[in-house]
């Protein structure tokens, strides 16, 4: 049996394949995954589970647009598609390229304490490298140079400095159709976050405060409604290794710039220390 083709055919009359009308960006490590499993609550929300990469990977851009709506989920008119792929905040002919689909789009980027993020980016690769049985080299020497400088030319470093990315987008984009979302606050009372997402995408008020439940063994909250009942799963809330705090505030200085010019750009501050 061929499933795509059954998969193409089993579904309810009236619903199709659409292009996503909201793409959520980015940023790795700021709680992509989170933000797209708690929208996915909503009735009028349809995601696609996979990370499709179909902006930022030149060989599946050139696809299609065909090929890439054929990868969305079935949805009934009205319905709102939604991807996410984090690789689309930090490469560069993106935003161009979406523009190219889709002028109108609105996009969520969800962002993190930018050492949090280095940190949990860190974490990440250390895993993956673990699973391969190899080593990834101390934190300390991957961050900071021989010198003690920051290093910014490694990827998780440049990653966090968010402003640098952000000005690309809008350069191209509307600023009232990128709606920055506060991974910090998605962590500790999603609720509140979620509900600015149902204004900006014009959604009604749907998804409240019992929908979500604090899971103690986790130590996060996870999203329930009548139909299901969803916690992420463990490679989401990782250990982080502890940093030195000597290193930790030369990070908050070398980034507190870069924070700044991101709150002006996005009109939010954020309580990132310096
Ligand atoms: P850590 O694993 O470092 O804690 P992404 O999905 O973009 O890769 O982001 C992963 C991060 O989402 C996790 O990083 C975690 O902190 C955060 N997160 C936010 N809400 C969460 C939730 N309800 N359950 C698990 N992780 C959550």
Known sequence: INLDILRERVHFIQTKRRLPQVIIIGVRKGGTRALLEFLN???????SSEEEHF??????????LEWYRRK????FPGQITIEKS????ITDKVPERIHEMNSSIKLLLIVRDPVTRLISDYSQLAANKAKKGKPLPPFEELVFKSDGQVNMNYKAV???MYSIYLKKWLKVFNDNQILVVSGDQLISDPFLELKQIEDFLGLKHYIKRENFYYN?????FCVRNETLDKCLNDSKGRKHP???SVLISKLRRFYTPYNREFYRAVGRSFAWLE
């Open 72 to 75: 969305m989920p079935f949805s």
């Open 86 to 89: 984090p690789a689309y905040f």
């Open 216 to 220: 103690k063994t986790k130590g996060f």
């Open 41 to 47: 609550v909503h009735p009028m929300i349809q995601k």
């Open 55 to 64: 902006f930022d990977n030149d060989a599946r851009h050139s696809l299609g």
């Open 242 to 244: 502890v940093i030195p």
């Open 158 to 160: 440049k990653i966090s």
